[in-house]
């Protein structure tokens, strides 16, 4: 197991290399990269879609208004800062706001994923948004319908990493806007409060994940008590 100080010489050489990236052959057409903010010891990692403008401009994940509403959704879920990383599927924002659907792009941008995740090792790791909920672990089902829902996973690229629980949620763009009553979909048919609502009813849920981990690890000497709600972390994002 590397302890903290290695994970930060790690991470800082990881994020230094994404910052100088020059993969894609279409990089010009992008803004500069965007890397992950969140705490080496992290339990809990959450890997977004792409950066928007404002994330470009602060240099760090989910800075903008979508940002605050994840935020917000974490705060109310009492998730302590030393528990959380975040991080994108894509590391560079399209100059045109749209995800990318160039294999090149995706490639490689999970290779720098994979670095991240090495690290990190989450026992907990939540898709926001259905290009994460794709992209990065092959699934079928629309995050409209399986947002919410949690399953034990392992990570298909490699075997040595211990499996962990996993879960999509809502992007919180997505939760922004209005009702859409075309399809036969009650997430689809929300109202912007509604969706927000569900979206914390989600993010609440992620802590009782931490007491099946620990329930399973069969300890001998009982847990110490969860810090209290003035004595957590702040984010670090």
């Known amino acids: ?61 989910f800075a903008g208004k979508s ?25 560079c924002r399209p100059l ?15 290779a720098w994923l994979r670095h991240q995740v090495r690290v990190i090792r989450p026992s907990v790791v939540v898709a926001v948004g259905g290009k994460a909920h794709k992209l990065v672990f092959d699934q079928r089902e629309g995050i409209t319908k399986a947002c919410g829902n949690w399953s034990e996973m392992k990570w298909p690229w490699e075997e040595d990493l211990p499996s962990f629980w996993y879960m999509p949620v809502l992007h919180p763009s997505f939760c922004f806007r209005g009702a ?31 007491v099946v981990e620990e329930e399973s690890e069969e300890k001998e000497e009982a847990p110490p008590p969860a810090a209290t709600k003035f004595e957590r972390k702040k984010l670090r994002f």
């Open 1 to 61: 197991m590397i302890d903290e100080a290695g994970k930060r010489t790690l991470l800082k050489a990881i994020r230094d290399r994404i910052r100088g990236c020059r993969k894609c052959s279409i990089r010009e057409d992008y803004d500069k990269p965007v890397p992950f903010a969140g705490s080496p010891n992290a339990r809990v990692m959450f890997i977004g879609e792409a950066p928007g403008s404002e994330e470009v401009e602060r240099g760090k994940p």
């Open 67 to 91: 940002g605050q509403l994840l935020r917000s959704a974490i705060e109310k879920a009492e998730l302590d800062g030393d528990d959380l990383f975040i991080t994108n599927t894509i590391l």
């Open 96 to 110: 045109d706001n749209k995800f990318p659907d160039d294999p090149e792009i995706i490639v490689n941008c999970q």
């Open 180 to 210: 859409d009553g075309r399809y036969d979909n009650p997430v689809m048919n929300m109202n912007s409060q509604e969706r927000c609502a569900l979206l914390e009813k989600h993010i609440a849920s992620i802590p009782e994940r931490f």
